[in-house]
C-alpha cells in the first residue's frame, strides 16, 4: 500500500515570502500521480497542482510549484510570494495506476504573518 | 453553482440512530468518492462508485455504513447505530475519467460535519 508522509504539521511564513511544503511518498508502483490540495478553514478542499511519475519537468501553476524528485520520493510543494490567503492546511496526495482513489497525508498548516 | 454540492452540512445525533448524507455530483462526472476527516488529519479513502457501480470499499467502511448511487447521479451515505467514533467530516469528491492513473483533480464537496453525542 501507498504512503505519503508529511513531516511539517504547522508553519509560519512572512507576507510575501516563499514557503516549501515537504511531502514524501512511498510507492513500488512506477506510474503514479502527486497531487496538492489546499483546505481552507471553510472545510473545501481546492485542487492546487498535479504531477505525473513520468513527467520530465516540475509542475508549476502560478504561485505553485512542485519540486519532485524521483530517486528521494519526495514530492514538495512551492507557495511563492505568499499572501494572507494561503493560510489554510496544506495536503499531499497520491494515486497509483489503475486506481482512481487519493491516498493523502496528513497535512501541513500554514499560517501567514502580515 | 455546479459545484459538488453535500447535504446536510452538518448533523447533530444521539449515538444509536441513524444518519444519511447525500452528494450530488457535478453532473457530467462519472466518479464519485466518499472520504472521511477527522479533526487535523487527511482524508481517508471510504468508498468509490463509477457510474452506478461501486467499486472498491475500503476496511474502515463498517457494515454500518452503507453508500449507494443508484443511477449513477447523486450517492448516499447511511451509517447505522452511530457511535462516538464516527465523529467526522463525510467528504463526497467526484472526478470525470477512463482508465489508467488519475491525472485529473477530483473535485470537493464542502463536507457533512457529523456530531455523535
Known amino acids: 500500500a501507498q504512503k505519503i508522509t508529511q513531516t511539517q504539521p504547522g508553519m509560519f511564513v512572512q507576507e510575501k515570502e516563499a514557503v516549501t511544503l515537504d511531502c514524501t511518498y512511498d510507492?513500488?508502483?512506477?506510474?503514479?500521480?502527486l497531487f496538492w490540495y489546499k483546505q481552507p478553514s471553510s472545510g473545501e478542499m481546492i485542487f492546487l497542482i498535479y504531477?505525473?511519475?513520468?513527467?520530465?519537468q516540475n509542475a508549476t501553476e502560478g504561485r505553485y510549484s512542485l519540486n519532485f524528485q524521483k530517486a528521494r520520493k519526495s514530492a514538495n510543494l512551492v507557495i511563492s510570494a505568499s499572501q494572507l490567503g494561503d493560510s489554510a492546511m496544506y495536503f499531499c496526495?497520491?494515486?497509483?495506476?489503475?486506481?482512481?482513489?487519493?491516498?493523502f497525508g496528513a497535512g501541513t498548516t500554514v499560517t501567514v504573518r502580515a | 453553482d455546479t459545484g459538488v454540492s453535500q447535504d446536510p452540512r452538518h448533523k447533530i445525533t444521539k449515538r444509536g440512530q441513524n444518519v444519511t448524507f447525500r452528494c450530488d455530483p457535478i453532473?457530467?462526472?462519472?466518479?464519485l468518492y466518499w472520504y472521511r476527516q477527522t479533526l487535523g488529519q487527511g482524508p481517508e479513502f471510504l468508498t468509490y462508485?463509477?457510474?452506478?457501480?461501486?467499486?472498491?470499499k475500503s476496511r474502515l467502511l463498517s457494515d454500518r455504513f452503507s453508500a449507494e448511487r443508484p443511477k449513477g447521479s447523486f450517492s448516499t451515505l447511511e451509517i447505522q447505530r452511530t457511535e462516538q467514533g464516527d465523529s467526522a467530516m463525510y467528504l463526497c469528491?467526484?472526478?470525470?475519467?477512463?482508465?489508467?492513473?488519475?491525472?485529473?483533480?477530483?473535485?470537493f464537496g464542502e463536507g457533512s460535519r457529523l456530531t455523535v453525542l
Open positions: 496526495a497520491m494515486s497509483l495506476s489503475n486506481d482512481y482513489k487519493l491516498s
Open positions: 510507492t513500488s508502483d512506477p506510474s503514479y500521480g
Open positions: 504531477q505525473g511519475s513520468y513527467d520530465q
Open positions: 453532473s457530467e462526472h462519472n466518479r
Open positions: 469528491a467526484s472526478s470525470l475519467g477512463s482508465g489508467g492513473v488519475n491525472t485529473g483533480e477530483l473535485f
Open positions: 462508485f463509477q457510474n452506478e457501480a461501486q467499486l472498491e
